[in-house]
């Protein structure tokens, strides 16, 4: 069992930023891809970016892309997202997801932990 934490939510004005973190446990981390998944109220969860376990992989949606940054630390078994330049529209609760596996991508089958997410609200 892998448990999954996030933190760092928060209220944001519109074109402010903030890093939210994700710590997940277990003694195999740098083994695992990371992803971050996002759910605004009344919509599907959806991808926004995702980390392979080389960390040296990432992919983003295109939402996002340019303004938003995933990054891991091995050493402290947790992964970062650097937002920027928010927007009302980023508005969501903040999910992170393992996968055991390593490879990542934006199929939310493929993650099988996941945190109990983070609210993030920007205003306008």
């Known amino acids: 069992q892998v448990q999954v934490v996030e933190s760092g939510g928060g209220l944001v004005q519109a074109g402010g930023s903030l890093v939210l973190s994700c710590a997940a446990s277990?003694?195999?981390?740098?083994?695992?891809?990371m992803g971050w998944f996002r759910q605004a109220p009344g919509k599907e969860r959806e991808f926004v970016t995702t980390i392979r376990r080389s960390g040296t992989s990432t992919f983003y949606a295109d939402s996002v892309k340019g303004r938003f940054t995933i990054s891991r630390d091995n050493a402290k078994n947790t992964v970062y997202l650097q937002m920027n330049s928010l927007k009302p529209e980023d508005t969501a609760v903040y999910y992170c997801a393992v996968d055991q596996g390593g490879i990542g991508g934006s199929n939310r089958g493929l993650y099988e932990y996941w945190g109990q997410g983070t609210q993030v609200t920007v205003s306008s």
């Open positions: 277990g003694r195999t981390f740098s083994s695992y891809a």
